[in-house]
């Protein structure tokens, strides 16, 4: 018997309370608003006109629930557990088993728990021999008292950890948000998801409320899911406060953003006012790490407090990478490389996952669609970052990316135009070709061409001819190709894209001597006067070295001209601890980056300096390397928009691509400043 989840609700309080319960009694039992409680009595009668059973209202008791067959009752139960269970997996099961154990705070019975589940005692022991396994890295242990029941023990933080995890996980965002969005002081219903019903509506009201009201400005970059996963962690946190279990034990705030911290006062600040909380300072810090796994910021700069060169050029390296093997020139697109830098940053302070994995079809849809490209951004992932583990649809996330960046912008180291000759018929040849799209897809344009138009057709604007019959007397070169598109030959065809990259790059120089003529950039001046003042100021200079790197480096901005700086020793001091921060060498290179931006410093400022003996110090990728080139990058406490913008171009071009960094390696005054040009009018260029 199919029953509405809140008939479900009104049927087991009515069998749970057989003298009756008046309609304020289920108001408060369902949350819900006196009509709602009508009308869903008035459908609940229908519902039963099929059955033994019916609804009786009685003056002073409210509503019964009544039958004149005894066995109506017994069967009623059996449908509704049914109801419950038919539907529940061995997942499902363990989960919503494992969130059942870390709510209570009283030991719960085995029996109670098999009844609840509708399974034997034995299936829910091993159920809990299982969970007892899971929790263990949580540092919560699962205590059977015999007679009693099942107890877990630990930590508040890591039992709200857990929780969250489990519901999100098991949660679509059409799901969450469909529920969410239709929440009203007047109407909070129960929800009827498995799992989203553990927490209490009005509380996710709340959050909502505050998060679109209050604070959806500063959370406009964030997505969908990781607002959702914002917005379940505060709303238990708001259900277990009010049940009594604030947090007790201390939250460190070592590695939270001060960004995150200031966030999360304002947010549960706004909480506080709209439920009348009180918020301890654990339950903000806590908050504050909810959000550290969220990356709401839109653009992370390299003088930021906690700005992560390590992760920095991990991520070019990904993008170099994916870059190499698919031949399409990730690099030049700035917004893949932010937008990456800032979800990576936030996936790695992720709390890791169970075992349980996010339901979602879009998910399956992309690694399906862009089933190439996924496989060489995992593979890329993997070896730049061989110690992360993440799971197999946040990695679906990063390559989503990628494939945004492939749809916002194709762009080909070269446009790839690629001619089809089949003699199959159009049907095959249309299916060859999105085969083709699917698993090159960094081919910009495929035509197709008969085996009869051969001899009457321009091949001058196709780069690579493809057959799938052999051509007699044909006298362009082509590569000959099944229907079926085969693994052998797509990795044949990406072999030849990727000798063309190789090919570029040789000849890079040429062009780049071709385009960055320094009077290209005097052109936009009007325009771009902070570029222009940056490069009026660069130089390469030689520095006699001092016995340490520390000293070298206070010598060296000593040096630095008045109208750039105000205490040269302060300036110096902060470069130092930056360095002692992280790791600022350029991997396999002789080059390493010391940038600060200070009250110190006046206007922004850039020069390369050569030291008459080399370092050995630490590469971003924890390679040691010997440095004798130093990249200085200083900027005011205070930057416009623009000015952040020109030093990160500088930052990101030293990796950007083997040309720039040979060019910043072994480059005189006049090379590296023609480069500078080059990408400040590249950069104005997508501007206007």
Not at 550 to 578: C, D, M, N, Y
Request: glycine share 4%; net charge negative; proline share 3%.
């Amino acid at each position: 018997m199919d029953f509405s989840f809140r008939e479900e609700q009104i049927l087991e309080s009515l069998l749970e309370n057989p003298k009756g319960l008046t309609v304020e009694q289920l108001m408060r039992r369902l949350n819900v608003s006196r009509r709602t409680v009508y009308r869903e009595l008035k459908t609940l009668e229908q519902t039963l006109a099929s059955t033994p059973l019916w609804l009786e209202a009685k003056r002073g008791q409210g509503y019964q629930l009544k039958s004149d067959k005894a066995e109506a009752y017994s069967w009623l139960k059996s449908e509704l557990k049914q109801t419950q269970t038919d539907t529940i997996d061995a997942e499902e099961r363990q989960n919503l088993l494992t969130i059942t154990l870390l709510l209570q705070q009283k030991p719960v019975t085995t029996e109670s728990l098999a009844e609840a589940m509708g399974v034997s005692v034995g299936t829910i022991q091993n159920d809990l021999q299982g969970i007892a396994q899971s929790l263990l890295p949580y540092k919560l242990k699962l205590e059977r008292q015999a007679g009693i029941g099942t107890l877990v023990t630990g930590s508040e933080y890591h039992r709200r950890q857990i929780v969250s995890l489990i519901i999100n996980s098991r949660l679509s965002e059409v799901e969450f948000f469909r529920y969410v969005n239709h929440l009203t002081a007047e109407n909070l219903p129960v929800a009827s998801h498995k799992f989203l019903k553990y927490i209490q509506p009005r509380h996710l009201l709340a959050v909502r409320k505050v998060l679109q009201d209050e604070a959806d400005q500063l959370l406009k970059a964030v997505t969908d899911n990781q607002l959702q996963q914002v917005m379940i962690g505060l709303a238990l946190s708001l259900d277990r406060m009010t049940q009594g279990y604030s947090l007790k034990e201390q939250i460190e705030v070592q590695g939270i953003q001060n960004q995150d911290l200031q966030l999360a006062h304002q947010i549960t600040g706004y909480l506080s006012d709209y439920l009348g909380y009180a918020f301890n300072i654990n339950e903000r810090h806590y908050s504050a790490r909810l959000l550290a796994g969220v990356n709401y910021n839109e653009h992370v700069s390299i003088f930021g407090e906690n700005f992560d060169t390590d992760l920095s050029f991990r991520v070019k390296e990904l993008i170099r990478l994916t870059t190499e093997r698919t031949g399409n020139d990730f690099r030049r697109d700035q917004k893949l490389y932010q937008d990456l830098l800032a979800h990576i940053q936030a996936a790695l302070k992720r709390p890791s996952s169970l075992t349980v994995q996010v339901i979602n079809d879009a998910l399956d849809d992309i690694q399906q669609r862009y089933a190439e490209l996924y496989r060489i951004v995992i593979q890329a992932f993997q070896e730049v970052f061989p110690k992360e583990h993440l799971s197999k649809d946040e990695m679906t996330y990063i390559v989503i990316h990628f494939a945004t960046s492939l749809e916002r912008r194709p762009m080909s180291l070269r446009e790839i135009s690629v001619l089809v000759i089949c003699s199959s018929g159009i049907g095959s040849a249309r299916i060859l070709e999105s085969r083709l799209h699917k698993r090159i897809p960094e081919i910009n344009r495929i035509d197709i061409a008969r085996f009869s138009q051969i001899h009457n057709m321009n091949y001058d604007g196709y780069d690579l001819i493809l057959s799938t019959i052999h051509l007699d007397h044909f006298t362009q070169a082509y590569e000959i190709i099944s229907p079926l598109l085969l693994d052998d030959e797509v990795e044949r065809i990406r072999s030849i894209i990727q000798q063309w990259s190789q090919k570029e790059k040789s000849d890079a120089l040429d062009v780049f001597e071709k385009r960055a003529k320094p009077h290209a950039f005097d052109r936009l001046y009007q325009t771009m006067t902070q570029a222009n003042v940056l490069l009026q100021r660069f130089t390469v200079t030689h520095f006699e070295s001092k016995h340490d790197l520390e000293s070298t480096l206070h010598g060296i901005i000593a040096k630095v001209p008045e109208e750039i700086i105000l205490e040269p020793t302060a300036v110096a001091e902060q470069v130092v601890q930056r360095y002692h921060i992280a790791p600022l060498g350029i991997p396999k290179t002789n080059l390493a980056l010391f940038h600060s931006a200070n009250k110190w410093v006046k206007v922004p400022y850039f020069a390369v300096i050569d030291l008459s003996r080399n370092f050995e110090i630490m590469g971003m990728d924890h390679q040691m390397i010997e440095m004798d080139r130093v990249l200085l990058l200083l900027g005011p406490e205070e930057m416009s928009e623009s000015e952040q913008e020109l030093l990160g171009i500088i930052s990101r071009s030293v990796i950007e691509s083997d040309l720039n960094t040979e060019i910043f390696k072994h480059g005189d005054q006049e090379q590296i400043y023609q480069l500078l040009s080059a990408l400040f009018v590249e950069a104005i260029r997508h501007i206007e």
